[in-house]
């Protein structure tokens, strides 16, 4: 049901994949619940010659039961949801992984600004490497990025690795992925920032470990 969704190349998207599927089926269960439900009084209660509108405060327990019982139930569906969501948090957000590559990522009007760790895995270090609008990263590693705004909200949007994160001046907002498939994929900005948001965006090179290594050398040498 999500087969119009970019290509997943990220280590935890299918977690992602599966809260937004779980959002998709029950919103679309009650949306056509309701809109049913709608027409049906449109059509029972339609005006009718020689029928007078009667006026329903709501105060009765039947009527009070209208309002009730779709508040418990989607109570419960709201909890089911934060139950699937949960173990996709947890892991996303409150356990970095170790490292194998460290980027800073700043957003400004209207660039994707990155400073990549160089041979020394270390960034504000004499071989930090300085791109514009490209990143590139091993597959199967572990990237962890630094992300900042250097002058209104932007956004971090990579559709591909299920990655959107929010850039706030002020502040270092720290995140994590793991690319699992060679190729490009685009960068953009979710947030609106200014008359140059749209064309705001990069690119994600996904590197096999000898062409990284071949790109790393060249880019420091």
């Not at 105060?59 to 109570?75: E, G, H, N, R, Y």
Request: charged share 20%.
């Amino acid at each position: 049901m999500l087969g119009w969704f970019p290509e997943n190349i990220s280590t935890y998207g299918h977690g992602i994949d599966h809260v937004i599927q779980v959002i998709y089926y029950i919103v679309g269960a009650w949306f056509l619940l309701v809109e049913g439900v709608l027409f049906y009084f449109l059509i029972r209660y339609r005006k009718k010659k020689g029928v007078p509108a009667v006026y329903e405060p709501g105060s009765t327990w039947k009527a009070l039961l209208w309002v009730f019982i779709p508040a418990v139930l989607i109570l419960g569906f709201d909890l089911g949801i934060d139950w699937a969501q949960a173990p996709v948090w947890d892991e996303i957000k409150l356990s970095l992984p170790l490292p194998e590559q460290v980027v800073r990522v700043t957003g400004r009007q209207f660039v994707w600004e990155f400073v990549q760790a160089g041979p020394d895995g270390k960034l504000d270090t004499a071989d930090d490497i300085a791109t514009v609008n490209q990143l590139t990263v091993p597959i199967h590693a572990k990237v962890q990025f630094e992300l900042l705004a250097a002058d209104v909200i932007h956004s971090l949007w990579i559709p591909n690795l299920r990655l959107k994160q929010d850039a706030v001046p002020g502040r270092t907002i720290k995140g994590w992925f793991e690319a699992t498939k060679e190729g490009t994929y685009p960068i953009a900005c979710a947030e609106l920032c200014g008359s140059g948001h749209g064309v705001m965006k990069g690119e994600l090179h996904v590197l096999n470990p000898v062409d990284y290594q071949r790109w790393l050398h060249e880019t420091v040498h």
